[in-house]
C-alpha cells in the first residue's frame, strides 16, 4: 500500500543556518509529489510539487526539494532558515498516480527556529 | 480567484447538537476532500468527491457523519448527534484532478468545539 513517512516530528533549527526536512514514500511507479506548509491556524498551503522532469524542483518562499528515486525520497531544503518559517510541514504522494485526486499525507514534521 | 470558502470559522456547540459545515470550493476543480485534524491523529481524510459523485467515504469515521455534494460549488459535512470526542479542525480543499493537476487547495478550515 502507498504511504509517506516523515520521521521526524520535530525539528529545531537556529535562524539562518540550513534546514533540510526528510520524506519517503512508498509507490511502485513515478509518484506525484508533494510539500505543504501549516503556519499556526491556517490551512496547508503548497510549497512545491513533483510530476516529471528535472529532480531538483524550486518553490515558494525559498524552498526546494529533490526527488531520489533511487532512495524513494522527496526531501525538502532551505539554505536559510527564516523566523517565519516556523510551521509544521507534511510531504504528500499522490494515490493511484493521481488518477483521482486523493493524496497521501505523512504526519508532519513541527519546525521551530531558535533566533 | 477566492480560493476555498469554508464556514463558519469556528463552531462551539453541546454534545448532541447537530453540526453542519459549509464548503465551497475553487471554480472549475472537479475534486472536493473532507480532512480533520486533531493532536492525536493529525490529518485524516473522511472523504472526497469527483464530479460531485462521493468516492471514498472509509475514512467517516460513524454513522454519525454524513457528506453531501448537491452541486459542483457547495458541500457539506453534517455531524449529528455531536460528541466531544469530535471536537477538531475540519478543513475542506479542491484539486482538479487528472493528469498534471493535482495539487489539493486548502480552505482555512473550522475549528469545532463540542461541550
Known amino acids: 500500500a502507498q504511504s509517506v513517512t516523515q520521521p521526524d516530528i520535530h525539528i529545531t533549527v537556529s535562524e539562518g543556518a540550513s534546514l533540510e526536512l526528510r520524506c519517503n514514500y512508498s509507490y511502485g511507479a513515478t509518484p506525484y509529489l508533494f510539500w505543504y506548509v501549516q503556519s499556526p491556524g491556517q490551512g496547508l498551503q503548497l510549497l512545491l510539487k513533483?510530476?516529471?522532469?528535472?529532480?531538483l524542483v524550486q518553490g515558494i518562499k525559498g524552498f526546494e526539494a529533490e526527488f531520489k528515486r533511487s532512495q524513494s525520497s522527496f526531501n525538502l531544503r532551505k539554505p536559510s532558515v527564516h523566523w517565519s518559517d516556523a510551521a509544521e510541514y507534511f510531504c504528500?504522494?499522490?494515490?493511484?498516480?493521481?488518477?483521482?485526486?486523493?493524496?497521501?499525507f505523512g504526519k508532519g514534521t513541527k519546525l521551530s527556529v531558535k533566533p | 480567484d477566492a480560493g476555498v470558502i469554508q464556514s463558519p470559522r469556528h463552531e462551539v456547540t453541546e454534545m448532541g447538537q447537530e453540526v453542519t459545515l459549509r464548503c465551497k470550493p475553487i471554480s472549475g476543480h472537479n475534486s472536493l476532500f473532507w480532512y480533520r485534524q486533531t493532536m492525536m491523529r493529525g490529518l485524516e481524510l473522511l472523504i472526497y468527491?469527483?464530479?460531485?459523485?462521493?468516492?471514498?467515504d472509509s475514512g467517516m469515521p460513524e454513522d454519525r457523519f454524513s457528506a453531501k455534494m448537491p452541486n459542483a460549488s457547495f458541500s457539506t459535512l453534517k455531524i449529528q448527534p455531536s460528541e466531544p470526542r469530535d471536537s477538531a479542525v475540519y478543513f475542506c480543499?479542491?484539486?482538479?484532478?487528472?493528469?498534471?493537476?493535482?495539487?489539493?487547495?486548502f480552505g482555512p478550515g473550522t475549528r469545532l468545539t463540542v461541550t
Open positions: 504528500a504522494v499522490a494515490r493511484y498516480g493521481g488518477s483521482q485526486g486523493n493524496l497521501i
Open positions: 480543499a479542491s484539486s482538479l484532478a487528472g493528469l498534471g493537476g493535482h495539487e489539493q487547495y
Open positions: 468527491f469527483n464530479n460531485n459523485v462521493p468516492i471514498d
Open positions: 513533483y510530476f516529471s522532469g528535472d529532480t
